[in-house]
């Protein structure tokens, strides 16, 4: 056998087990990439799907259950609405409480001050009796124009709900707190109406913010005047009521109700508004 055939068969053979390996190398990385770009795709996609699904079967679960031909297949659905079956002798469930709504205690007296801003005016005065008011606030107790005429647009709103005149609300604010939204006296009194939070805890509980609602002027607003309107309901009077709102037990206040009742003479006659019992 002549050696140089030989050796040139040896390298023939060579050459077509290293061009093999080379391909097999070359498809096992093209399937390794093709391996890692599905296991990267197939999940969004299929997430996709999924989310597409829960959408479309709650936009058309409404329409499926009030439609009588489909209503044979309503057990299907886990959140259709279905009787209890209950065995003889057997209490059905309680029933489902409702969800309170929470909204900030803030987010009221911001929309109102920019209504203010925005020129809107209280429905039952005039504009001229509504910026007199305004101004007379702003000016006597030092505080921005347009707060005043937030403040006014308030009281106006909170008194026609429990018919109690806005113009006894903006007098009590002004011997209470002065207008200082963030007032606190000795006894733990807060706010623009001063109200005990540890005692009327529960006419804040609907807001977010809880107690903290106190030194929203809104929520305060509206916490006070219910405690007025509860005294009046109590004692009967106007004057009895402004004695409970105190926290007066004896026969005098201290004079108390008679600045109230002055400083609402003095809105009613820098405002024009006439004074409402």
Request: aromatic fraction near 8%.
């Amino acid at each position: 056998m002549n050696p140089d055939w030989a050796h040139q068969g040896l390298r023939l053979v060579r050459y077509r087990i290293s061009e093999f390996v080379h391909m097999c190398a070359i498809y096992l990385g093209i399937a390794v990439l093709v391996t890692i770009a599905a296991g990267l795709v197939v999940p969004s996609i299929r997430e996709q799907a999924r989310q597409l699904y829960s959408v479309m079967v709650d936009a058309l679960r409404p329409e499926v259950l009030n439609n009588d031909n489909f209503a044979q297949f309503a057990w299907m659905m886990p959140d259709a609405n279905k009787e209890e079956v209950t065995e003889e002798g057997n209490e059905p469930p309680p029933p489902i409480e409702e969800e309170v709504v929470e909204y900030s205690a803030y987010q009221g007296f911001v929309d109102t001050l920019q209504r203010t801003v925005a020129g809107a005016n209280v429905n039952s005065i005039s504009k001229t009796q509504f910026q007199a008011l305004r101004s007379y606030i702003a000016r006597k107790y030092k505080i921005a124009h347009s707060v005043s005429g937030a403040l006014v647009q308030t009281a106006f709103t909170v008194g026609a709900e429990k018919r109690i005149d806005p113009q006894l609300i903006l007098a009590v604010i002004a011997i209470e707190s002065s207008y200082n939204p963030f007032a606190e006296s000795h006894a733990g009194a807060q706010g623009l109406m001063q109200v005990m939070t540890r005692v009327h805890r529960d006419k804040l509980e609907n807001y977010v913010e809880r107690e903290l609602a106190v030194f929203s002027p809104e929520a305060n607003i509206r916490a006070g005047t219910q405690i007025l309107y509860d005294c009046r309901k109590r004692r009967g009077s106007l004057t009895g009521a402004l004695a409970c709102y105190v926290g007066a037990t004896g026969p005098s206040d201290g004079g108390y109700g008679a600045r109230v009742l002055a400083e609402r003479r003095r809105m009613a006659l820098a405002s024009g508004i006439p004074i409402r019992d």
